[in-house]
């Protein structure tokens, strides 16, 4: 079945500095969705992206939609002690999610 | 969007007993799921309740291990039968309705003994 894979799997960065997490599959995507879960928390989602090449921003967060519609990444400037937490990427079908195998991100203060 | 209400938030519980988790929705919606999380892991899909029919199960579920109910459009539950430390998880119920994204209750952790 269709699988989507994220980089890294973990990712320690200093208060600060930038933080990315790319999500890659094998086959084209109708769409990605992105979520984070803090620790011990739900996913909550953050954002849906649907067209090739789109960008869109949340404040410190960029997202990136590929021209391929094969792969996104989620770009986070300046990283703070709240952005820690697992980011994933999901793409739906019809009537399921996929989603991928997440990036654990820790923020040394 | 919706507002998901998911009891219990956290059990433990024997081996060989089962124990039924309810998803409550604030408002009607199409879609319901299931999902697992085991620890440090990614969320895998259990099933997705269907209104009035049988749900629609993954690859390796089951029925008669992970009986699902969705009497309504705003309420589903989740069994987990007979349990194994194996069933040891966060289990998760979502919504989706329309052109809205998912969104996830608070899950149910779940611990066996």
């Known amino acids: 079945g269709q699988q989507v894979m994220q980089i890294p799997q973990y990712q320690h960065v200093q208060e600060g500095e930038d933080f990315t997490t790319y999500c890659n599959s094998s086959?084209?995507?109708?769409?990605i969705q992105w979520y984070k879960q803090r620790p011990g928390g739900h996913p909550v989602f953050l954002i849906q992206?649907?067209?090739?090449?789109e960008v869109k921003k949340q404040k410190r967060l960029t997202f990136q939609f590929g021209e391929a519609k094969k792969n996104s990444s989620l770009h986070i400037t300046a990283t703070q002690t709240t952005d820690v937490g697992t980011y994933f990427c999901?793409?739906?079908?019809?009537?399921?999610?996929?989603f991928g195998t997440g990036t654990r991100l820790k923020v040394l203060a | 969007s919706a507002v998901i209400s998911q009891k219990p938030s956290r059990d433990i519980c024997q081996r060989g007993t089962s124990l039924t988790i309810q998803c409550q929705v604030d408002?009607?919606?199409?879609?319901m799921f299931w999902y697992r999380q085991q620890p440090g892991q990614s969320l895998t899909l259990i099933a997705t309740a269907n209104q009035g029919s049988e749900a629609t199960y993954e690859s390796g579920f089951v029925i008669d291990k992970f009986p699902i109910s969705r009497p309504n459009l705003t309420f589903s539950t989740l069994t987990v039968s007979n349990m194994s430390p194996e069933d040891s998880s966060i289990y998760l119920c979502s919504v989706r309705g329309g052109d809205q994204p998912q969104h996830f209750g608070d899950g149910t952790r779940l611990s066996i003994l």
């Open positions: 408002s009607q919606v199409t879609m």
């Open positions: 992206l649907v067209k090739s090449g």
């Open positions: 086959t084209t995507l109708s769409n």
């Open positions: 999901a793409t739906s079908g019809t009537y399921k999610y996929i």
